[in-house]
């Protein structure tokens, strides 16, 4: 009943398209208008994608240190490692530098050796006072040598905070208004005055500024992702619409193509204003991925019908055939792709949740699309010529398709010992892969804005910041003297860790104002006494208002919670986990739990939990690919041995590839093992094609395999190797991206596939035969899903 309600089915659906053919292009057009006028609401992101979900204890946690203390990653950094910057000239130029930046709206603060503040005791008052390190605003050449000594030699508070002792760098530190942080008006600060204003700056004095700090970076990344979306998308048209011609030899047939994926991309773009979902660099990766999956169904459909018109010669019949034998085979392969993508929306993660809606959608969008427009779009031309069907008798490719059978047919042993060696050797290979990733390892490497974090990493010792937070319980528990000596003593740890830098905390200003009671004596900075604690702080207690500013920066209003700041280098996962260990062991030990409440957080350690995290759900979600695409065989084929016999030439190429990374020392990390589930959903299509085809032969030749087998092989070896070759090229295009993660799924998904197209061209039609005995009966054919038309013995069908 099934058999023929798909007959039934896909002729109706023809009839529906072939008569109803200028209102289906005009419903296309007025879709295509509809999300076309969605692109406005598109909105290219401008935060760090959250990879934990809202309510993740890391996830909580940091959201109460930024009630507590604020965005902690507002800072942007500039520096200079050049003895020359302390000329008077360039010294001078600096500072104002410096002044033009606070002139913005959008600076909050700056720090830098224009404006730095010495604390200092005001004796006839008894308080401590805030007074400019460098009185004039113009500094001569001695005053600038007094202040570089000064600076160097007597404020300490000030070192890897302002300046590197030991190098001699110089830095400024720009906070920006947290009110824009995640809007577009801090890209346009960060990509138009700031960058001019730095310009002018080294074409003045010849100096060059290094910049970083997470606004800067996250700005940059975005912009480059915005530019890599039309590098993309002219790639992936460039290249498949090459490659397409380079097949068909057919202007038209080009034409026709590329018109269907463009109108996708349009649709695709309108998906995304429609929802609102912000251009991220996985969602930036869609639109290319529908012209590189979108092409190989025009290739089918194509294929199909010029085959058509080669054996009869008539137009009508010919496009009602591509509709109803290639829709439902079509149909089932985009669904499996989509599926493979639609599994990200099961997991907790924002960015993979919308990443997986849009694609999925878009490659179901894509499907329509082609279904509908060629063969409305061909029904309106002249009958293809006989030079637009010379392609289909190339001798190179029945020389391919020849030496195909040949194996499959003489040499099945070989292709199984070759298939287990392969096998056992990327087994020993998966075992040499390390799970590990860094929070700037897939950044663009050759951008300025990287080497800048690889700069301040050297001089400042790392731009990730770590933050431990530290309750007492009580208030103003903070300020004691014992609290004090407790967080000094975590400082000292930290310090001892070679990937962290120094810490800055509340201990820092304690240490200044003990130095500052004696009078501003290098060595008295330190932790006072219990005796000097309580001069120290009856003195801070008449000190002005404005010289308790520094202390909101570490302590929170009721001085019950402080923070202490850390900075980490870009260190692999592993390490960072280590890294980890290492300070919840120092803070267990340093910090009684019945007294105080003591956590971490920060950007570092964000990163270090979300990559554990999206490695797992992205681990689940390549599963659960696996299962519902055999799930899908199952209903269409209704017998165990077919499903095993359809995953095995699709799970080898994964295990391949893995094995491919462990030998060439691709870690796994979330960028990579993303491709294990967008592979298998395409990959499981062309085996969906071979089988498919191979019904309609068992049916045609009355259950005899092995013609059965050798027909489908050659009939569907053509467009299987077409639409491979297409999808090999079209995901390498990625290869050109700027960001090491985009550039291993277009790597290591072209491999993928690639793998998949033989394994699916020799070792499944291989597998067939050799288990012909235990598959070569009607009753697993007896309720076929895939609609199988009568066809004659002498008639041949591409799909």
């Known amino acids: 009943m099934l058999k023929e309600f798909l007959k039934g089915f896909w002729s109706t659906v023809a009839r529906l398209i072939l008569r109803n053919r200028i209102i289906i292009l005009l419903v296309i057009a007025s879709c295509t208008t509809y999300l076309a006028l969605q692109w406005k609401h598109m909105r290219f992101s401008n935060t760090e994608a959250s990879v934990l979900p809202d309510d993740h204890p890391e996830t909580l946690q940091y959201a109460e240190f930024v009630s507590l203390f604020g965005e902690e990653d507002n800072a942007i950094v500039l520096a200079v490692a050049d003895s020359l910057l302390f000329l008077p000239e360039n010294f001078n130029r600096w500072n104002r530098l410096s002044k033009q930046f606070q002139a913005n709206p959008e600076v909050d603060l700056v720090i830098s050796t224009d404006n730095l503040q010495e604390l200092v005791k005001d004796n006839e008052q008894q308080a401590f006072v805030l007074k400019q390190v460098l009185a004039s605003p113009t500094a001569t050449e001695q005053e600038v040598a007094a202040f570089r000594s000064k600076l160097f030699e007597n404020l300490p508070f000030y070192e890897n905070l302002i300046f590197n002792k030991s190098s001699g760098t110089i830095r400024t530190i720009i906070y920006l208004d947290k009110d824009i942080l995640n809007t577009t008006v801090r890209n346009e600060f960060i990509l138009g005055d700031l960058e001019n204003l730095i310009e002018n700056f080294e074409n003045e004095t010849k100096l060059d500024v290094r910049v970083s700090g997470m606004p800067y970076i996250k700005t940059w990344n975005s912009k480059i992702i915005i530019d890599e979306i039309g590098k993309f998308i002219l790639a992936a048209l460039l290249v498949t619409s090459l490659i397409f011609f380079f097949f068909f030899r057919s202007f038209r047939a080009t034409v026709i193509s590329i018109c269907v994926v463009i109108i996708g991309v349009m649709w695709t773009f309108g998906i995304l204003g429609l929802f609102q979902y912000e251009i991220t660099i996985l969602t930036a990766l869609i639109p290319p991925l529908i012209i590189v999956i979108g092409i190989p169904n025009c290739i089918f459909l194509i294929n199909k019908y010029q085959q058509e018109v080669k054996k009869h010669g008539n137009q009508a019949l010919s496009l009602q055939r591509v509709i109803t034998k290639i829709g439902n085979a079509t149909l089932m392969t985009n669904v499996t792709t989509a599926l493979g993508f639609a599994t990200f929306i099961i997991l907790d993660s924002v960015l993979l949740k919308e990443f997986g809606i849009v694609a999925s959608i878009s490659i179901l969008c894509i499907f329509f699309l082609s279904l509908c427009i060629i063969p409305i779009i061909y029904s309106f031309m002249y009958i293809p010529k006989h030079k637009h069907l010379k ?78 937070v530290v309750d007492t319980k009580r208030k103003n528990g903070v300020t004691k003297l014992g609290t004090l000596r407790r967080m000094e003593q975590l400082a000292q740890e930290i310090d001892d ?84 260990q290492e300070l919840l062991r120092s803070i267990a030990k340093t910090f009684p739990a019945d007294r105080y409440n003591v956590y ?9 939990k979300g990559t554990k995290y999206l490695i797992k759900n992205l681990l689940i979600s390549l ?28 799970l080898l190429p994964l295990v391949i590839t893995a094995g491919l990374m462990g030998y060439l020392g691709i870690p796994i990390k979330p960028s990579t093992i993303l491709i294990f589930s967008i592979a298998f959903g395409i990959s499981v299509d062309d085996t969906i094609h071979f089988l498919a085809k191979y019904r309609q032969e068992l049916t045609a030749n009355r ?97």
């Open 391 to 468: 392609h289909l008798s190339k001798k190179w490719m029945y020389t391919f398709v020849n030496w195909m059978e040949r194996v499959v047919r003489h040499h099945r042993i070989a292709v199984y010992i070759t298939a287990v060696t392969v096998l056992v050797l990327s087994i020993i290979g998966i075992y040499r892969i390390e799970i590990t990733g860094s929070r700037i390892e897939d950044l663009p490497k050759n951008a300025k804005f990287f080497k800048d974090i690889r700069f301040f990493e050297k001089e400042f010792d790392g731009v990730m910041p770590v933050e431990v």
């Open 497 to 580: 860790i070679p990937e962290l830098s120094k810490t800055l905390s509340v201990v820092n200003l304690v240490k200044y104002s003990k130095q500052a009671f004696y009078n501003g004596i290098p060595k008295y900075y330190q932790l006072p006494t219990s005796q000097e604690n309580t001069f120290i702080m009856d003195v801070a207690r008449k000190s002005p208002e404005d010289s308790g500013d520094l202390l909101e920066s570490f302590v929170d209003s009721t001085g019950q919670i402080a923070r202490m700041t850390t900075f980490m280098r870009d260190v692999k996962t592993p390490r960072m986990e280590e890294i980890e």
């Open 600 to 608: 971490m957080t920060g950007k570092a350690l964000l990163f270090l």
């Open 623 to 650: 599963a659960l690919a696996v299962g519902i695409i055999s799930l899908f065989m199952a209903y269409l084929f209704r017998s165990f041995r077919m499903i095993v016999i359809s995953l095995i030439p699709n």
């Open 703 to 799: 259950w005899q395999i092995k013609k059965s087998v050798y027909n489908a092989l050659r009939e569907t070896g053509v467009s299987m190797f077409y639409t491979s070759v297409v999808l090999f090229f079209g995901f390498s295009v990625f290869i050109i991206s700027s960001f090491g993660g985009t550039q291993a799924m277009g790597g290591l998904v072209s491999a993928t596939l690639l793998f998949a197209m033989l394994s699916n061209l020799i070792l499944l039609p291989s597998l067939l035969l050799s288990l012909e005995r235990n598959i070569a009966n009607k009753r697993i054919f007896k309720k076929p899903h895939i609609d199988v038309l009568p066809v004659s013995d002498s008639e041949s069908d591409t799909v």
